[in-house]
Structure formats: structure tokens, C-alpha cells
């Protein structure tokens, strides 16, 4: 459980108490708050015991107090709607700026699909060798370079090579095949729910989301996107405004930074999948091919990230659902789950890439 009290900004201090089974224990950071920070937005720091082989035991170490006025001082400072979450997966505790709000996940959601073509291969219903056929009618919308392979006679390929492409390239058009493969999204939410990975929701597929965050329903002609993208463009901005509005304050794919590092986590625990699956689908992510300057850019000599990157419409100059999302492994092998969620910003992709480099870079420098 995570408590967080408010002191005023005009005291210049955070004050943010951490429960573990000893009781409240206060931490005081004496540290500039500017001035737009609400209590909602306000760093959380969590302390609760975590599985050491076939018991528990409290945690080993707090949080570094300066790895906390970093990524203070970065939510703060960014402009735009931003949350943060770092989560040492190996003591248990967590930091984070405006931690526990529904950011849009948009292709970090491919993540939580992978999980489930890995534990469907875990139980035997699927196989990572299983022929498929790829049909023009599977094709989505925006990313999708296995379009280019799609005949009019189909693309057959393997279960192993979709969720390579979804992974490492984001592939939409993969990703959507291999979650009808596991039964869809509901399939998706009940892995969620059952593995107790809170605060993440999971959203209607690409082509339904897409549609929907633009004010349009999805039509099975516009499949390959250029009916999607031609009816997008005859919208008025006032319509399209007004559906980005509506999504980014309730988005339909909506995940707390939170609950994506409880995830990885969980994942990198081996609470999620079998060893052998978990070490696949994490070299997937080590071998990912976007996102190069986001959170990775700020890695250091010796350290090592598998990540999934997420990237939302924009509309003028206003961009959102920019994302990603890491296991980071230090030299000496500790494990720190982040996240780096931008509801939505203003700032040009430059700025966007900085932020999420300096997150990876005060990891590295205030935990060693």
C-alpha cells in the first residue's frame, strides 16, 4: 500500500510516508515543487515484502533519495502530461511521478498480447511453429511492415515470426492477428486480472482504437489503412478534437505506470510465464528495433534493456500516447522495471527522447 502526503508547495518539501509491516516510516525530500504540481502528481514511494524463494522478507534497502529528486525534478519540469514509474524488481520498492493515472498505452499494449501467445504456448495451445496465413483483409491501420509481403494470395508464415515482427518492429497488423489468435481482448483481460497486474486495462484492438480515438467507427474496407486515413482527413478539427479529448481523459487502453512495471516485473520474476518463455520474450524485447533514443539512449556501458515502445495520434502540433517501457539490468545484474508514459505533450520529439533518456540515465547513476 502507497501513501502519499501533501505539504504546500511554499514549504518547499514532499513529504511521503512508506508502509511496510514495521508501520509508517516518513520520508521528508527537501526539494523545489513547482508550482502547477496537485497532490495527484506527487512522487510515491512503496515498501512491501517481496517473494525470496518459498517465503518473503521485508526489503533489503529504501529507495536512493536521489534517484527520487531526479525523476522528481524531471515530471515536474516536463511540459506536458507525463507519468513515470521505476520499480527495482529485486527489493520491491517504487518510485514514481504521477504514478496511479490511466495513461494511454497505445503499442505498450503489444506487450501484455506477447505475454499471452507465450502462456498460450506454455499450456500447449499454441505453438510458436504453427503455419498461419496472413490475408489482406488482417491488415490494420499506421505501422505494419508486413504489409509489403501480403499477396493477393495471402502471406503464410509462423505464430514465432508475428510475434517477433509485433515485437521488435511494433507490427500492428501481427500484433492483431496474434491477439484474435488468444481469444481476442477480453482473453487479454482476464490474463490481466488473474495475474493481478492492476491499473492496466486493454483495449479493443488497433483498428477499433484508432478508429475510435479519431471519432470514427471502424469499417472492414479500410483495412491497410488508407480508407481509415482518407476518411481521418475529411473530419473536421473541431470532430477530431473533440474525440482526442474524450480519449485521453478516459483512454479505452488506458494503464498506470504503475501497473506496466508491476507487469514487467512479474515478468522478469518468472510469476508470469514459464522460464523458457520468459527468457524468449525477453530477448525479443532486447532485440526491439524502435524507440533507439527514447529510454535506451540513456543507458551506460555494461547495462542492458528489453523494452516495448508505444506511439498515439496527434493533431496539430499535439502529440500523445508517446511511450516506452523497460526491464533495465544493471552490470552486476539488478533489475529495475520503468516506465515512461506521455499522456500528452507540446514539446517536439527531440524534447520527448531527452526526458526518457535522463529517466535511463539517473537509474543508472543513482542506483549503482
Known sequence: MTISTFTPPSQQLLSVALKGSLGFVPFVLASAIPAEVTPSHFLALSRAPVERGTGTSLLRSEPPARLL???????GSFNGQIAISVRDVDEGWVIAWNGDKAHPQQSVSKLWVAIAVMRDVDSGRLSLSDGVTLRR???TVFHQPIRALIGKNGYKTTINELLRCAMTQSDNTCNDFLLRKVGGPSAIRRMLASKGINGVRFGPGERELQARTAGLKWRPEWAGGGGFLRARAAMTYQARNK?????????????SANGVTLGISLLARGKLLSASSTRSLLTLMRASKTGALRLKSGLRTGWTIAHKTGTGQELGNLATGYNDVA?????D???????????????PIPARMRVMGDITRAVVRFTG
Not at 327 to 331: D, F, G, K, R, S
Not at 335 to 345: K, P, Q
Open 327 to 331: 526491464l533495465l539490468v544493471a552490470p
Open 333 to 347: 545484474g539488478h533489475r529495475y522495471a520503468v516506465a515512461a508514459m506521455i499522456a500528452s505533450t507540446r514539446e
Open 137 to 139: 483483409t488482417d491488415l
Open 69 to 75: 529528486n531526479a525523476i522528481q525534478a524531471l515530471g
Open 243 to 255: 474525440a482526442m479529448r474524450r480519449y485521453l481523459a478516459n483512454p479505452d487502453d488506458g494503464a
